[in-house]
């Protein structure tokens, strides 16, 4: 048989099939073929997601936001905790919470077709065994050995995804941290502990990491839909600040603080998702996410400083930054160290009244 003709022999049966599938998703009844929903979650993703989890989603575009497509965690995490982690985001780290209900752009409807597009880049959930509970003292040691380098300790995110974060435990099964630590993430920084730990081990690390919990599991809760109604120009009889920009863009935190505290004329900009707004922002900041730029429409352009900041910490207020360049304000710039930081110095940060935490509280 010439390969000419096997090649169009394959080519026909191909053809077939894709025939025969037209046909199933044209009968009434079947509609949105999951084509559609993977082809609109790819959307979604390019609009939300791209900016930290990277173009092709493996990761590491921004702030160290971790693959959402290799084979181990596409197997090892199931819907739930898929949905959830893009729904609640992650409290205190870069991860927003995308969901309307905790003030957010998405519906439950296009978190589910961002889900299918992740979902068709690989294995599909496999339910995961579930091993003898380990003692977290013994965990503790191991984890101080070979994890906190990496992920950091209780307190503080190091840089890869932060394990003591309440949302991340509350949706993370024992099953689930057993199997991440156990297989690893092909092509990224987290190797197979298998390889190198005893099942006990894992075992005991995973105890230990479950002793972090505090509370039960996060819940989803309407946010009180507060958006930024406030003034849009901070301390409008103020003189202009003075910054120091880093390659033309960066202000330091102290000197945005500076010209705070000396009532100087100016407008922040929170570039985060929405919901992070609503939970928490530094004070007098309005919230004009780097998805939805036309919220920049009702900024003046009248020279007034315009420094834009985000968690991750220059992507998103880079967006806003560049978006308002293009329009032709002369003074902008980006909050160089980025708003976790402005909260760990204690500079001042506002919750709208009322506000609901994205999180169940610790008991
Ligand atoms: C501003 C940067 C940023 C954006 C935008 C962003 N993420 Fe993330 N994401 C992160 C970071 C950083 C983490 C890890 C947080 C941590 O635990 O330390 C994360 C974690 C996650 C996780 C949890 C993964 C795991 O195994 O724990 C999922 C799922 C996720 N992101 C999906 C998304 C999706 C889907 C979108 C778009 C709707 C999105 N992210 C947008 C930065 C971002
Ligand atoms: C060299 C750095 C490094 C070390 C050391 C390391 N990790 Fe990781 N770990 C990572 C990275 C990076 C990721 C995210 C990989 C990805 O993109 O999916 C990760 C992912 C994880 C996850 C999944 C988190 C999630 O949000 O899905 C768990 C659980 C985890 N690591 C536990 C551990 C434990 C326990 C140890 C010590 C035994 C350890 N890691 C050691 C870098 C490291």
């Known amino acids: 048989m010439s390969p000419r003709w096997s090649q169009a022999r394959r080519w026909s049966s191909i053809s077939l099939l894709a025939l025969a599938l037209v046909a199933l998703a044209a009968v009434p009844g079947l509609a949105d073929p999951p084509s559609d929903k993977v082809a609109h979650g790819a959307a979604l993703y390019e609009k939300y997601c791209a900016l ?56 439950d409807q296009e978190i589910d077709d961002l889900v299918a597009f992740l979902r068709s880049h690989g294995p599909p959930f496999v339910t995961l065994p579930v091993h003898a509970p380990g003692s977290a003292r013994k965990g503790a040691a191991i984890y101080a050995q070979e994890c906190v380098k990496c992920h950091g300790d209780r307190s503080k995110r190091g840089e890869a995804p932060w394990l003591a974060n309440q949302t991340f435990l509350g949706l993370a099964s024992d099953a689930f941290l057993y199997d991440a630590i156990a297989r690893g993430r092909d092509g990224t920084k987290m190797k197979a502990y298998a390889d190198q730990l005893e099942p006990e081990q894992i075992a005991d690390v995973v105890a230990y990491l479950r002793s972090w919990s505090s509370g039960p599991p996060p819940v989803l809760v309407r946010a009180k839909g507060e958006t930024s109604t406030g003034p849009i120009v901070l301390n409008p009889d103020g003189g202009a600040p003075e910054f120091t920009l880093r390659d033309q863009t960066y202000v330091p935190a102290d000197e945005v603080k500076r010209a705070l505290d000396e009532k100087k004329r100016m407008i922040l900009i929170d570039a985060r998702v929405a919901s992070d707004w609503d939970r928490e922002h530094i004070s007098g900041a309005i919230s004009v996410p780097y998805y939805a730029l036309n919220g920049l429409d009702r900024i003046p352009n009248d020279g007034t400083w315009i420094v834009a900041y985000c968690a991750c910490p220059h992507h998103a207020s880079g967006e806003v930054v560049t978006e308002l ?13 980025g708003v976790l930081v402005w909260k760990e110095r204690g500079y001042p940060m506002s919750s709208p009244a009322g506000a609901v935490a994205s999180s169940a509280p610790a008991q």
């Open 52 to 107: 930290c989890h990277g173009p092709t989603a493996q990761g590491y575009a921004a702030d160290n936001a971790p693959s959402l497509v290799t084979p181990q965690w596409l197997s090892g995490a199931d819907d739930a905790f898929i949905v959830n982690s893009i729904a609640l985001g992650r409290p205190d780290t870069a991860m927003g919470g995308f969901a309307k209900q905790v003030g957010g752009p998405m519906s």
């Open 325 to 337: 360049r293009k329009r032709g304000y002369p003074h902008t710039a980006v909050l160089d160290e």
